[in-house]
């Protein structure tokens, strides 16, 4: 199944996280920028880094925006994005990232997914479920409560 096809399988109550994991790793997604700098939002503690499975799905999340982060005046069309696998966001991006990074894929949509920094996600260095030089791991239970507020950060 496509990337999409994982994420709706999760909506509908037959989630397969290593299907979904492994789907999100092989696809080229779309990391939308402002200002040379990858847009993302905090919540409770930790980074999310915006990724769109598609020109659509970001068009969508521009258009609930009020304004483009750079300019009122700018269309869904001008917003600047990269691509990049997904494996290398988890494996590359999201450890050079200072403080805990995970991805919110399709943001402000009805079928978003969370990939949280968690072991089995991202290398264990960045996952915040595994101790690192003595200290222990972070209690990740305000997690779960994100993923029905994910469409409140459009």
């Known amino acids: 199944m496509s990337l999409v096809d994982e994420v709706a399988a999760v909506h509908a109550g037959q989630p397969n996280p290593a299907a979904l994991i492994g789907e999100f790793r092989r ?6 920028t402002v200002n040379d700098t990858l ?3 905090e919540m409770n503690g930790i980074r ?16 609930s925006r009020d304004s483009d982060p750079g300019t009122a005046a700018a269309t ?16 590359v991006l999201i450890p050079a990232i200072e403080g805990p990074t995970g991805v919110a894929l ?19 260095n960045a996952a915040l479920d595994v ?24």
């Open 48 to 63: 999310w880094l915006y990724a769109f499975t598609d020109e659509e799905a970001l068009s969508r999340f521009a258009g």
């Open 39 to 41: 847009m993302s939002a």
């Open 131 to 154: 101790p690192t030089d003595g200290v222990p791991p972070r209690d990740i239970s305000d997690i779960t409560p994100l993923r029905r507020d994910a469409r409140k950060w459009a």
């Open 76 to 91: 869904a069309a001008e917003w600047q994005y990269v691509t990049a696998s997904g494996a290398r966001i988890l494996d």
């Open 106 to 124: 399709d943001a402000g949509s009805e079928q978003g997914a969370l990939f949280p920094p968690m072991a089995g996600i991202v290398p264990d």
């Open 27 to 32: 696809t080229h997604v779309l990391l939308p």
